[in-house]
């Protein structure tokens, strides 16, 4: 006997309505009942966004051969009671966006979930971006060689020794993501991954399977070039000051010195060989001052992964080295203290300065 789910899967794909199916409440077993009167089920669904997975208010819902029309509700929600097991000509229609009909196979009460594509969007949907860490749920520590999968989607990977995962190119949808490692409860959690966007997550396992609190999913822009540095790690660490990309748009500097105004233990100087070109000295330097006889010390400058100014009584000019316009991120260290290892030792001592610019 042909399985009565993946017969609906095919038909579905075959009519061109994009429904996935989340859950088949069964009503008394597998199929239905043989009765002299036909069973009457309430079937309920969500409308949403194909590309942002936002739940779409007002959507007009036809079953077009029982002249039924609902609408949904602002959660995206609606619900038709009393219908027949059957097979139904659906149709959605709302404005901005291209209606999608098809035929809907009605066994048994449940729900289902479809996306209705905005009239502007193209068909080749980018994917979202999935990242995140995995901590002990009672100390806080990292969780190495964790496993994360996406069943629906057969995406997956493990921790780094940090507890960190990336999963860089998911497909927009809702998930059951699964977070287990062993000696700790396994918990699955429902993660919006949106097109173009990334969803950033933090994931505290139990040693005994206990009730935890669900997991805070936040979903934003980031820059991938920042995102493939470590740049958005190094931030949630908590060691430095970090400028990003919409930092940069919000103040529009005319040169990449304007954006130090605002980073806590960094000054402005102007260049001892140039009046009108100013330099950045950072809290390290200034400190290191004392003991130089009141010289100004001058921070590391890298950038792109470069060392372009290895510091000390030359001033690295700045902005003679890249142009606002150019700037991805930037992180600044101002004393040795955080310095990312890679950039660390004895140039570090009056700061750092790490320059990401735009691919």
Avoid at 192 to 206: E, F, W
Wanted: glycine residues 12%; hydrophobic residues 40%; contains cysteine.
């Amino acid at each position: 006997m042909v399985d009565p789910i993946r017969r609906i899967e095919g038909m579905l794909k075959r009519s061109g309505l994009a429904l996935v199916l989340t859950a088949l409440l069964a009503v008394g077993g597998a199929h239905a009942q043989e009765t002299s009167e036909p069973e009457r089920v309430t079937v309920r669904g969500r409308v949403v966004d194909a590309t942002t997975r936002v739940p779409l208010a007002g959507v007009v819902v036809a079953f077009q051969n029982l002249g039924v029309a609902v609408q949904t509700d602002s959660t995206g929600q609606f619900e038709v009671t009393g219908i027949q097991v059957g097979v139904y000509y659906l149709e959605l229609s709302r404005p901005g966006y291209r209606p999608s009909t098809g035929e809907f196979v009605v066994m048994r009460e449940g729900s289902f979930i479809t996306s209705m594509m905005p009239l502007n969007a193209t068909e080749d949907i980018p994917a979202g971006r999935f990242v995140g860490r995995v901590t002990d749920g009672e100390s806080g520590g990292p969780l190495s060689d964790a496993e994360v999968h996406i069943r629906q989607v057969f995406l997956g990977g493990a921790t780094d020794e940090g507890g960190w995962f990336d999963l860089p190119a998911v497909p927009p949808g809702r998930y059951a993501v699964e977070f287990s490692h062993l000696g700790y409860a396994t918990r699955v959690d429902t993660v919006d991954i949106v097109s173009g966007l990334t969803s950033d997550v933090r994931v505290p396992l139990a040693l005994d399977p206990i009730e935890v609190d669900p997991i805070e999913v936040v979903v934003e822009r980031r820059e991938l070039i920042l995102e493939d540095v470590g740049f958005y790690r190094r931030e949630d660490e908590g060691f430095g000051e970090f400028i990003d990309l919409a930092d940069i748009e919000a103040q529009r500097p005319t040169e990449v010195t304007d954006l130090f105004n605002r980073i806590p233990g960094a000054i402005l100087v102007p260049d001892p060989f140039n009046p009108l070109q100013r330099s950045v000295v950072l809290r390290g330097g200034r400190m290191d001052n004392v003991l130089r006889g009141g010289e100004h010390c001058y921070p590391y400058v890298v950038v792109d992964g470069n060392i372009v100014h290895r510091g000390g009584d030359t001033p690295a000019q700045i902005d003679f080295l890249v142009d606002p316009v150019q700037v991805a991120g930037i992180e600044v260290f101002p004393s040795s203290m955080g310095v990312p290892i890679q950039y660390g030792g004895l140039d570090a001592a009056c700061g750092v300065i790490v320059i990401w610019t735009r691919r």
